[in-house]
């Protein structure tokens, strides 16, 4: 069964930085391609970054520039820096396997002005 368990939220200030952390099993991770959505309440959850097998990867406009995702196929996780945090930054972060539409718990970002 496939489990998706993100963490590296918090609180940070405006022009901060934090790094989240997807911890993946029950799947062949090297094999997937990997992303990060955000959803703030009220709205649709919106994507943010994708990354694929071979380590390339796509941005959303919003972000581009300021996060960056990697992966480590031995740890099986995926990662997402992200810098310059804005406030407008501030949502409830997911990792998603590419074409499965299964949601771990998320991690909570907040980023104060």
């Known amino acids: 069964q496939v489990q998706l368990v993100e963490s590296g939220g918090g609180l940070v200030q405006a022009g901060g930085s934090l790094r989240l952390s997807c911890a993946v099993s029950?799947?062949?991770?090297?094999?997937?391609?990997m992303e990060w959505y955000r959803q703030t309440p009220g709205k649709q959850r919106d994507w943010v970054a994708r990354?694929?097998?071979?380590?390339?990867?796509n941005y959303a406009d919003s972000v581009r520039g300021r996060f960056t995702i990697s992966r480590d196929n031995a740890k099986n996780t995926v990662y997402l820096q992200m810098n310059s945090l804005k406030p407008e930054d501030t949502a409830v972060y997911y990792c998603?396997?590419?074409?499965?539409?299964?949601w771990g718990q998320g991690t909570q970002v907040t980023v104060s002005s």
């Open positions: 998603r396997i590419f074409g499965i539409n299964y």
């Open positions: 990354i694929f097998n071979n380590g390339n990867a």
């Open positions: 029950g799947t062949t991770f090297r094999t997937k391609t």
